[in-house]
């Protein structure tokens, strides 16, 4: 989903088969500091069928289709990564304080939430010196909101439990977790209050498992579940460990000095 000036939105319908969600434009769009948008999707599942159709019959120099999915580019290439995760850090205190402390003055501009958040996210020694203090009379209700920090993964794994003396297994993929639990998308529901054990894949040679219990499915999709860990591992510790104290991927291959 994308939000851009109306006078660009021809350039992604006709080049990048992007469809807009709505004729409204919006007139002030504060994020863009207050110049007009419109906004448009594409669905990344279906995107290279849309780009074959539009790109049909044209020369390789000019078919977008052919150049992402054809082209060899040996500059992109994908990341050796211990865990599966989506988003890894990348800020050091040094970079921090280049970037928002002498080149720019962003840090002044910051509301007091987003000051404690942003404490909350780079909370190791290190970072206290290069980030602007929290005022000594600031409410400290919003840190608490931070207490067990989520972040987004992409974990396979398998769910099993007992339902009426029968075993049952379930594939699922973990997508967002903490310390204490996670959330999952799985093909078939997940039994609610249902306890077993859960094995799971959280990097190429790292493995977990724990006995959890499912809290409950999502509102809204009942193929989202929210697990809470009863009894964790060595493993999980390390996980999540390294994810809340990392402070550049370099330092989540080294995920033990953060147990």
């Known amino acids: 989903v994308i939000a851009v000036n109306p006078r660009h939105i021809g350039f992604y319908e006709t080049i990048l088969c992007f469809r807009r969600l709505a004729q409204r434009t919006v007139s002030h769009y504060d994020f863009v ?98 980030l602007p203090p929290v005022p000594e009379d600031a409410p400290r209700s919003e840190m608490r909101r931070r207490t067990h920090r989520r972040f987004s993964v992409r974990c396979p794994g398998e769910f099993s439990t007992r339902q009426f003396g029968i075993r049952r297994n379930f594939e699922l993929t973990v997508f967002e977790c903490s310390a204490t639990g996670f959330r999952v998308h799985s093909a078939n529901r997940l039994p609610a209050g249902s306890a077993g054990t859960v094995i799971l894949e959280l990097g190429a040679a790292d493995w ?40 550049t991927h370099g330092d989540l291959e080294q995920a033990t000095q953060f147990v």
Do not use: C
């Not at 995107?47 to 120099?61: D, I, M, T, V």
């Not at 499915?217 to 994810?243: C, E, M, N, T, Y």
């Open 208 to 247: 977990s498992v724990m006995r959890v219990t499912v809290l409950r499915l999502g509102s809204q999709d009942r193929h989202i579940a929210l697990i809470r860990i009863d009894h964790d591992d060595l493993a999980w510790r390390k996980f999540v460990g390294a994810l809340g104290k990392a402070s």
């Open 33 to 130: 500091n207050g110049a007009p948008a419109v906004g448009a999707h594409l669905d990344l599942g279906t995107a290279p069928a849309a780009f074959a159709r539009r790109y049909k019959g044209l020369p390789p120099e000019k078919n977008l289709y052919h150049y992402f999915t054809r082209t060899p580019l040996a500059n992109l290439q994908w990341p050796t990564k211990r865990f599966y995760t989506t988003t890894d850090p990348v800020m050091t205190p040094a970079l921090i304080d280049h970037f928002f402390n002498r080149r720019t003055q962003a840090f002044a501009t910051l509301r007091l939430r987003e000051l404690m958040l942003l404490h909350s996210i780079y909370d190791l020694p290190d970072f206290k010196n290069v």
